[in-house]
């Protein structure tokens, strides 16, 4: 099998801004918030100063007792320190467990106790509000990034001690633990290693190819996805300028790329969604932009038609990528201003070759189809090794020959390409939730978000959400769904009313909870 005569040194996370550095010191890193582990940095840094920190942090990590293989739970603020401490736990050897901000402390409370006493690395506003007391007891230290907190050490003190060299852990080891979306339950600790972490790179550097080493790359990933950890290394030690977001408020954006125009745009689907926005922006945020790019999930048409429409570049395109956190990236495909507008949102596209394999397994003996989907299994080299503390949950994802499934269900066509039709725990029999969706988002522009779920005692049920929250026009609704699979009346929300993950998707089996008790009809709003 190709994939795995690939050769693969790992990708030694704790010192990638030392060799970042060392090849492009003045390379600059832009931010739209102050770093709270830094704040006298100030917002425009360059890849010299980004190291000069890890480093520093690292030492105060070990100077607080951190020691190889011990995990480091990081659960603070939202900010792109995040995952600049967990470069720094990285770099003493030790293991970064990264826990979104979003997560509620009952949450966090459950992973530390599967975790087995970790170390937990949090904020002093995060002990007041949010964790629960227990948190003392579930970790074998608790230290502080920013303020104090009493049982607590604060990295603040540490400043000035004795630096100490990086710890060379080997890459078949665990790196990196993230989580899961958590869209189905308590999200799971997917473990990665420097192996698997380096063979995630490979694909996004086939998908950068086209694009020059000068042009400014954009992020707006979820600092605790393991995109973001794999992404940031992928493009410093290209040297690209970086721009690292927190904020994915449209005049916001549009004031920093107005600023520091973007080459390159990668983000979440749901992000690149409510950026459409800046297609018409006077200040023309996007007209620079060379690629755009989103995260492992794919996107509605409509989005990548309207992005692609405000770059001036002369040949622009959008990388869409197929993956989860347990793969990174398996399949993609990419989309020009002239094949995006009639584009099929359901063709996630091909594999990499020598790098990802897939296949379609039939649910009831038929060749899988649109109208017989199958399971969409997998095989790569960035594959993690496994959820911690629950190895026969990872174990029953592997069918009998060693491919790993999904959970989404689909088929692939003649020529090869592969096409997602819904996640299984999802699916409504006789129809594709997933391209529903993208039918209604092409019909009906001032959509921001509609999402199809079961209804409790009848058809789908649609939830919508519209720009600034304007009621639905319900002519042009009942326009739109002509043709379609018979749905239920809709169901407008605010976007903020959605449950969501810490990547912005919106967590369907809770939706369809929230809504069954309620009645459904045309007379909610």
């Known amino acids: 099998m190709l994939l795995h005569r690939v050769t693969n040194r790992g990708i030694r996370l704790g010192t990638v801004f030392d060799r970042a550095s060392a090849r492009h010191p003045a390379s600059p890193v832009y931010l739209d918030h102050d770093l709270d582990i830094a704040p006298e940095l100030g917002r425009r840094l360059t890849l010299t100063e980004i190291a000069d920190l890890v480093a520093d942090h690292a030492s105060r990590l070990w100077a607080a007792g951190v020691r190889p293989g011990e995990r480091v739970v990081i659960h603070k603020a939202d900010g792109f320190d995040i995952s600049l401490l967990a470069y720094s736990v990285a770099r003493i050897g030790a293991v970064p467990v990264l826990l979104s901000p979003k997560l509620d402390g009952a949450t966090v409370a459950r992973l530390l106790a599967r975790l087995g006493r970790p170390v937990l690395l949090t904020d002093a506003a995060k002990l007041e509000r949010d964790l629960p007391a227990e948190v003392f007891e579930l970790a074998e230290r608790v230290l502080v990034a920013t303020g104090r907190f009493p049982g607590t050490t604060p990295l603040a003190a540490?400043?000035?001690?004795?630096?100490?060299?990086?710890?060379?852990?080997?890459?078949?080891?665990?790196?990196?633990?993230?989580?899961?979306?958590?869209?189905?339950?308590?999200?799971?600790?997917?473990?990665?290693?420097?192996?698997?972490?380096?063979?995630?790179?490979?694909?996004?550097?086939?998908?950068?190819?086209?694009?020059?080493?000068?042009?400014?790359?954009?992020?707006?990933?979820?600092?605790?996805?393991?995109?973001?950890?794999?992404?940031?290394?992928?493009?410093?030690?290209?040297?690209?300028?970086?721009?690292?977001?927190?904020?994915?408020?449209?005049?916001?954006?549009?004031?920093?790329?107005?600023?520091?125009?973007?080459?390159?745009?990668?983000?979440?689907?749901?992000?690149?969604?409510?950026?459409?926005?800046?297609?018409?922006?006077?200040?023309?945020?996007?007209?620079?932009?060379?690629?755009?790019?989103?995260?492992?999930d794919a996107i509605h048409p409509r989005t990548v038609h309207t992005l692609l429409g405000a770059s001036e570049r002369k040949l622009p395109f959008f990388a869409q990528t197929y993956g989860q956190s347990e793969t990174g990236a398996i399949a993609a495909r990419t989309y020009t201003r002239h094949r995006s507008g009639g584009a099929d949102g359901r063709c996630v596209g091909r594999t990499f070759p020598g790098m990802t394999e897939v296949r379609v397994a039939s649910r009831d003996g038929r060749r899988p189809s649109r109208e017989s989907p199958g399971h969409i299994e997998v095989r790569s080299g960035g594959q993690i090794i496994g959820y911690h503390g629950e190895d026969q949950r990872f174990d029953r994802n592997f069918s009998p020959d060693g491919w790993w499934r999904m959970g989404d269900l689909g088929y692939r066509t003649r020529w090869g390409c592969l096409h997602l039709l819904d996640r299984e725990v999802d699916e409504i029999p006789g129809i594709s939730t997933l391209d529903l969706e993208d039918k209604l988002f092409t019909r009906l522009p001032e959509l921001l978000e509609v999402i199809i779920v079961p209804g409790p005692d009848g058809p789908p049920v649609p939830v919508v959400c519209t720009r600034d929250d304007r009621p639905l026009d319900r002519g042009r609704w009942d326009e739109a769904v002509t043709g379609l699979p018979l749905l239920a009346a809709p169901v407008q929300r605010r976007l903020d009313e959605l449950p969501h993950t810490a990547t912005t998707k919106v967590k369907r089996l809770e939706l369809a909870r929230e809504l069954a008790p309620h009645p459904i009809g045309p007379d909610r709003p």
């Not at 308590?186 to 290693?193: D, E, F, I, N």
């Not at 790359?217 to 040297?239: D, E, K, Y």
Request: proline share 9%; charged share 20%.
């Open 158 to 296: 540490l400043a000035g001690v004795q630096r100490v060299a990086p710890v060379t852990a080997p890459q078949d080891r665990a790196a990196l633990i993230t989580h899961t979306s958590g869209t189905t339950g308590l999200p799971k600790l997917a473990v990665q290693t420097g192996h698997t972490i380096q063979a995630r790179c490979r694909p996004q550097s086939v998908l950068l190819a086209p694009v020059g080493r000068r042009e400014p790359i954009a992020v707006h990933v979820s600092f605790v996805h393991s995109r973001m950890i794999s992404g940031a290394a992928l493009f410093a030690l290209r040297g690209h300028p970086l721009i690292v977001l927190r904020e994915d408020d449209p005049e916001q954006v549009a004031e920093l790329f107005s600023r520091v125009p973007p080459g390159v745009i990668e983000s979440h689907p749901n992000t690149l969604l409510r950026w459409e926005v800046l297609a018409d922006h006077p200040a023309k945020p996007l007209a620079r932009v060379r690629c755009f790019s989103n995260t492992f």
